[in-house]
């Protein structure tokens, strides 16, 4: 009995010796915790100590920079007074320290990104509304100068020539649009700045006459016969009176039309007669005998009418069909020397045999077959069994300059330079192309060439 009874007082002082140092570390952990909220420092990541470790992201790369240098910091400043001997800290000591809290430094302001999301949001509305719709610049313009010659949406509506049928309500819409929309009015104003000054001037001439412009006008007696000379003077007597592109050449036109309408001073309208004697058309057609406008049917005249119609539209098919062919014209090669160009002809391929007109920006060259319909068929020219389906394509650019790209298993010799399948190269006039043996002058027609050219340049925005 007195072994069992001292054998149960010693385990139960060793469970109360465990239970004390429990709720010793139990409260040494809370006091850490609490020690840490109240600096308000934030506690270390735990990490593993094995050999392999994970990469860490960038917050944690700065998180660890940060508690190395307060650690290197600490020993250098605050040395704790065992460890003035010189003894290195073992390794439990080394865990103590690397597991300290430590205040990280904040780092270096970077750009918020509000500024980036206002900078973002600034541009959002004008790619929204990059498109206006049917609104062109130039139906903007000519709006514009129509309501400030006539002050009335209804006159515009029913006087300006649109490139598109608006109703009046559009009109209105986009009138309001114009005044009180500030995105609207700005990209408006944006796009009619960029308008060339030749489609400005052609817009301002159409701009509709005001009330106190035909009253000048209807001054001009009717049966005078004015000329170029007396509008001028017009112009010059009341230059405030008159938009600023008038011209003597349409204020006569425009007097012609009022001339034309009854609309002048010293013109006057005949009444109307009174009474039943005013026979409209409705009228005259009731008087007309029907019976008398019925013919006898003939119906061999019917079926050669038949006839043709089916004839006509079978030969319209064709010609549609055979629609492609037409891009190149082929002409043989004779001893007299014809003229190389016309007003339809971009370039010519000229061989020993045959000759090919570019009518089209863009024609292919190659061997023609039953089932591959090609715009320049080589065979024309002579043995063409080495050359593929679909050899090339020459093509115009905007600029006016031509180039051929090699599209087939051989390459095309340009003034002896290969070029090879997948690439280009830039055709100049009397350029000798030579494909597996057969020989071919590129000529321009530099005329042609130069109009593209120009209208290329007009084109583009200043």
Same mark, same amino acid.
């Given at each position: 009995?007195?072994?069992?009874?001292?054998?149960?007082?010693?385990?139960?002082?060793?469970?109360?010796?465990?239970?004390?140092?429990?709720?010793?570390?139990?409260?040494?952990?809370?006091?850490?915790?609490?020690?840490?909220?109240?600096?308000?420092?934030?506690?270390?990541?735990?990490?593993?100590?094995?050999?392999?470790?994970?990469?860490?992201?960038?917050?944690?790369?700065?998180?660890?920079?940060?508690?190395?240098?307060?650690?290197?910091?600490?020993?250098?400043?605050?040395?704790?007074?065992?460890?003035? #001997?010189?003894?290195?800290? !073992?390794?439990? $000591?080394?865990?103590?320290? +690397? %597991?300290?809290? /430590? =205040?990280?430094? &904040?780092?270096?302001?970077?750009?918020?990104?509000?500024?980036?999301?206002?900078?973002?949001?600034?541009?959002?509305?004008?790619?929204?509304?990059?498109?206006?719709?049917?609104?062109?610049?130039?139906?903007?313009?000519?709006?514009?100068?129509?309501?400030?010659?006539?002050?009335?949406?209804?006159?515009?509506?029913?006087?300006?020539?649109?490139?598109?049928?608006?109703?009046?309500?559009?009109?209105?819409?986009?009138?309001?649009?114009?005044?009180?929309?500030?995105?609207?009015?700005?990209?408006?104003?944006?796009?009619?700045?960029?308008?060339?000054?030749?489609?400005?001037?052609?817009?301002? #001439?159409?701009?509709?006459? !005001?009330?106190? $412009?035909?009253?000048?006008? +209807? %001054?001009?007696? /009717? =049966?005078?016969? &004015?000329?170029?000379?007396?509008?001028?003077?017009?112009?010059?007597?009341?230059?405030?009176?008159?938009?600023?592109?008038?011209?003597?050449?349409?204020?006569?036109?425009?007097?012609?039309?009022?001339?034309?309408?009854?609309?002048?001073?010293?013109?006057?309208?005949?009444?109307?007669?009174?009474?039943?004697?005013?026979?409209?058309?409705?009228?005259?057609?009731?008087?007309?005998?029907?019976?008398?406008?019925?013919?006898?049917?003939?119906?061999?005249?019917?079926?050669?009418?038949?006839?043709?119609?089916?004839?006509?539209?079978?030969?319209?098919?064709?010609?549609?069909?055979?629609?492609?062919?037409?891009?190149?014209?082929?002409?043989?090669?004779?001893?007299?020397? +014809?003229?190389?160009?016309?007003?339809?002809?971009?370039?010519?391929?000229?061989?020993?045999?045959?000759?090919?007109?570019?009518?089209?920006?863009?024609?292919?060259?190659?061997?023609?077959?039953?089932?591959?319909?090609?715009?320049?068929?080589?065979?024309?020219?002579?043995?063409?069994?080495?050359?593929?389906?679909?050899?090339?394509?020459?093509?115009?650019?905007?600029?006016?300059?031509?180039?051929?790209?090699?599209?087939?298993?051989?390459?095309?010799?340009?003034?002896?330079?290969?070029?090879?399948?997948?690439?280009?190269?830039?055709?100049?006039?009397?350029?000798?192309?030579?494909?597996?043996?057969?020989?071919?002058?590129?000529?321009?027609?530099?005329?042609?060439?130069?109009?593209?050219?120009?209208?290329?340049?007009?084109?583009?925005?200043?």
């Amino acid at each position: 009995m007195d072994k069992d009874s001292q054998g149960l007082l010693d385990s139960s002082l060793m469970a109360s010796g465990t239970a004390s140092r429990s709720e010793d570390e139990e409260s040494l952990a809370g006091q850490k915790r609490a020690s840490s909220q109240a600096l308000g420092t934030i506690p270390k990541r735990r990490s593993s100590s094995r050999f392999i470790k994970r990469k860490k992201f960038d917050d944690e790369l700065v998180e660890s920079s940060l508690a190395k240098s307060s650690t290197r910091a600490k020993g250098a400043s605050g040395v704790e007074p065992g460890r003035c #001997s010189g003894s290195e800290p !073992s390794s439990s $000591e080394k865990k103590k320290v +690397s %597991k300290a809290p /430590s =205040t990280p430094i &904040p780092p270096s302001p970077a750009p918020t990104p509000g500024l980036t999301k206002r900078v973002k949001k600034s541009k959002q509305p004008l790619q929204v509304t990059k498109d206006l719709g049917r609104w062109k610049p130039a139906d903007d313009l000519l709006l514009i100068n129509a309501v400030l010659q006539t002050n009335d949406l209804t006159s515009v509506h029913l006087g300006v020539k649109f490139s598109c049928r608006f109703t009046l309500r559009e009109v209105q819409e986009r009138w309001y649009a114009l005044l009180y929309d500030p995105v609207i009015s700005k990209l408006a104003c944006q796009a009619m700045r960029q308008l060339h000054p030749e489609a400005i001037a052609a817009i301002q #001439s159409k701009a509709l006459f !005001s009330k106190a $412009e035909e009253q000048l006008l +209807s %001054k001009v007696g /009717s =049966t005078s016969q &004015p000329t170029l000379e007396t509008f001028q003077d017009l112009l010059h007597r009341h230059p405030d009176a008159f938009y600023l592109a008038r011209t003597a050449k349409a204020l006569q036109a425009h007097w012609q039309l009022m001339k034309q309408y009854y609309l002048l001073e010293d013109q006057t309208v005949q009444p109307l007669p009174k009474g039943d004697q005013v026979l409209n058309f409705s009228d005259a057609e009731d008087l007309i005998d029907d019976s008398k406008l019925k013919d006898m049917r003939d119906e061999v005249l019917e079926h050669e009418l038949t006839v043709a119609d089916r004839r006509q539209k079978r030969e319209i098919r064709q010609l549609e069909q055979e629609l492609h062919k037409w891009q190149v014209l082929v002409d043989s090669i004779t001893g007299m020397s +014809s003229p190389d160009f016309d007003n339809q002809t971009l370039a010519v391929l000229r061989g020993r045999m045959v000759r090919y007109l570019m009518r089209s920006r863009e024609i292919t060259l190659g061997r023609a077959t039953k089932d591959n319909q090609i715009d320049v068929d080589l065979s024309l020219e002579g043995p063409a069994w080495k050359i593929s389906r679909k050899q090339g394509v020459i093509k115009l650019k905007n600029n006016g300059d031509f180039f051929i790209a090699n599209e087939g298993r051989r390459p095309i010799y340009i003034d002896g330079r290969p070029v090879l399948c997948g690439s280009k190269w830039r055709l100049s006039n009397n350029s000798v192309v030579e494909i597996a043996s057969l020989r071919f002058v590129f000529l321009i027609n530099q005329d042609l060439i130069a109009l593209i050219r120009a209208e290329a340049a007009k084109i583009t925005p200043q």
